[in-house]
């Protein structure tokens, strides 16, 4: 079956660094997926990850481990702004554009 | 600037009425692709358009209907919409690696 893992909550300090977990299971794997979604907007893209290891992208970077079934999201530096629910999603390659998503992440930066 | 966009962006309609919720891109890309977005059930895929005349269902298919007969329009078509499908629609075009969602519709069935 298909199961995408990711914490429903996190809390952390504005300055500080927070790594948020993504497990998956699918029935096919062609490329991981991070988006950021503020309160009542629309997701937008953050980080694509179809190899293992670490994409860096400014203060976020997005690790892929394909054998483990696991990714993670690191924001580094946390600003306020950075509040907001992070989606993990998987597109699964016997399906070319079929793509699955976790329930997400509600992150909440405090002062 | 690259844009999806969705109409109507807000709409409330009764059981049983036809309605289509449209969606356009001018970024000239091939994937094109449906979702809705329930509290405690996260972002389910409807609908999935590779190119032109080719579409395939996602996860929820069921009660929703699609067309792709130009590359830049992918509408979303409720033949008789039930309250069950009470929910905030996104549609989403892009690349291999990446999506740009549009600005999402609110729709409600009573």
């Known amino acids: 079956g298909q199961n995408i893992d990711q914490p429903t909550e996190m809390t952390a300090t504005e300055g500080a660094i927070v790594q948020i977990n993504c497990t998956y299971q699918?029935?096919?794997?062609?490329?991981l997926f991070w988006y950021q979604q503020h309160a009542g907007e629309a997701p937008t893209f953050l980080s694509y990850n179809v190899l293992d290891g670490l994409e860096e992208k400014g203060r976020f970077s997005s690790f892929l481990s394909r054998s483990k079934g696991y990714s993670y999201l690191l924001l580094k530096e946390l600003q306020m702004k950075d509040s907001a629910s992070y989606l993990c999603?998987?597109?699964?390659?016997?399906?070319?554009?079929?793509?699955?998503f976790g329930q997400g992440t509600e992150l909440s930066v405090k002062p | 600037e690259a844009q999806v966009t969705q109409n109507p962006r807000y709409l409330i309609t009764v059981t049983g009425k036809k309605l289509t919720v449209t969606c356009s891109q001018n970024?000239?890309?091939?994937?094109m692709s449906w979702y809705r977005q329930d509290p405690g059930l996260g972002l389910r895929q409807i609908y999935y358009?590779?190119?032109?005349?080719?579409?395939d269902k996602g996860d929820v298919p069921e009660g929703y209907k699609v067309s792709r007969k130009e590359k830049r329009n992918f509408p979303l078509i409720l033949e008789s919409p039930s309250p069950n499908q009470t929910s905030l629609y996104f549609c989403a075009a892009g690349g291999l690696g990446e999506q740009y969602f549009g600005p999402g519709t609110r729709l409600t069935v009573t």
């Open positions: 999603a998987v597109r699964e390659n016997n399906q070319g554009g079929k793509l699955i």
């Open positions: 358009s590779m190119n032109v005349e080719v579409t």
């Open positions: 699918t029935s096919g794997f062609n490329g």
């Open positions: 970024m000239n890309h091939e994937y």
